[in-house]
Structures are given as C-alpha cells and as structure tokens.
C-alpha cells in the first residue's frame, strides 16, 4: 500500500531532550515536507527537500532540522525541544514539488 | 511571498444545501491550487487541484472549484451538502520552481440534518 509513515505517532517529553520524528514514504516521491499544525494558524511549513541531499527552510524553521540522505526517509530532529513547539506535525510527500501531496498520519508532540 | 486566505473560518450549511469555501491567493507566476479535507484525528486528504487548463475543476466526494485569475480566487463548492462532509478544510498554493507550500488556516464546514 501507497502510504507515508510516521512514528511516533505521539510523543511527551521535556523541554531540552533531543528527540527525532521519523518520516518514510514507499511512492519513490522526490519532494517530501515537514509541516505543524496549531488552532487557528493552518499548517505551516517547516521544512522541505526537493530531492536527495537537497533542503531548504520553509516558514517555519526555527529549532527544528532535516537531513535527506535517502529518498524514502527525511526524519525532523527536534535538538533542544521548547514548550513551544508542542503542536501536531505532518509529514508529506509528492512526485515533484509542484504535485499533490500525501500525508502522514501525524504525530502529536508535547513538550512539558 | 505568497499568501493564502481563506476568510471564514466557520461554514455552517444545512444538508441538501449547496456549499461554498472560500479561498483567495497570491503567489508570483501562474498558480498551483489545492483543496485537501481533514477528518477528526486524521491526516490531510486530497480533494482536487488546478494546475492549468479548465478552470471548473471537479475533485472527490463531488466536490469542484472554480479558478478565477482575475480575481484570484479557488472557491470550493458542492451542489448538494451531505453530514459526511463536516470536516475541516485547507486550500494551498505552492511554488513550482522553489518548493514552498502555503496553506491557509483552515475553514470548519458543518453540514447540519
């Protein structure tokens, strides 16, 4: 099954423990992205990778980082997580940039 | 930069009734438009997309949407409501030569029996 994957899927933890967000897709999509969802602001991008090895800030970057070493993977690694970045995060995959995206089912992060 | 609005947060429609989403955008260069439908504790799913072409796009569930460049509008639209559509609802832009993707914030549509 055609399908984006994300674990964990929930995730509580304290501010400052370094903790990674998992992200693979089986489409042998090129474009994969990063986004946080929070009430009353949408989803905004946080990161995206048009291909292998090659990232780029979206509007949201601020804490966060990307590494795409393979096409399937392109984990978030959170290196010192604030209360502030409590939210539910999605990750999305397409063909090329300018196609449609598919999501994961999401992992809802809290940061005490 | 490119933006996108989408003006009422809430929609509250009764069942048999057409429906409307509003969505407005700016971007430089001609636009990729998408609409994608949320479901309580699930990802985002695709509805439809204008890329170029006709501008009444018809998507899933029966649902379409109309691109109107003067005005730069993709308003989603459905002639008969049905509960099942009660959801929450994304409109998005993306760049096709730098990769961003904007979203707006999100509008609540509630189909009431």
């Known amino acids: 099954e055609a399908q984006v994957t994300q674990n964990p899927r929930y995730l509580i933890t304290v501010t400052g423990k370094k903790l990674t967000v998992t992200c693979s897709q089986n489409?042998?999509?090129?474009?994969m992205s990063w986004y946080r969802q929070d009430p009353g602001l949408g989803l905004r991008q946080i990161y995206y990778?048009?291909?292998?090895?090659?990232?780029d800030k979206g509007d949201v970057p601020e804490g966060y980082k990307v590494s795409r070493k393979e096409k399937r993977n392109f984990p978030l690694i959170l290196e010192s997580p604030s209360p502030n970045q409590t939210s539910l995060y999605f990750c999305?995959?397409?063909?090329?940039?300018?196609?449609?995206?598919?999501f994961g089912p999401g992992t809802r992060l809290t940061v005490l | 930069a490119q933006s996108v609005a989408q003006p009422e947060d809430q929609v509250n429609v009764a069942e048999g009734n057409p429906l409307t989403v509003k969505c407005t955008y700016s971007?430089?260069?001609?636009?990729?438009l998408f609409w994608y439908v949320q479901y309580p504790n699930r990802g985002l799913q695709f509805l439809l997309k204008?890329?170029?072409?006709?501008?009444l796009v018809k998507g899933s569930y029966g649902f379409e949407a109309e691109f109107n460049k003067s005005q730069t509008s993709f308003h989603l639209k459905k002639p008969s409501a049905l509960v099942s559509d009660s959801a929450l609802y994304f409109c998005?832009?993306?760049?096709?030569?730098?990769?961003?993707?904007?979203f707006g914030d999100g509008t609540t549509l509630t189909v009431k029996p």
């Open positions: 489409m042998n999509h090129e474009y």
């Open positions: 990778s048009m291909n292998v090895e090659v990232t």
């Open positions: 204008y890329i170029t072409g006709d501008n």
């Open positions: 971007v430089s260069g001609n636009p990729y």
């Open positions: 998005a832009v993306r760049d096709t030569n730098a990769g961003k993707s904007t």
């Open positions: 999305a995959s397409s063909p090329m940039a300018s196609d449609t995206q598919y």
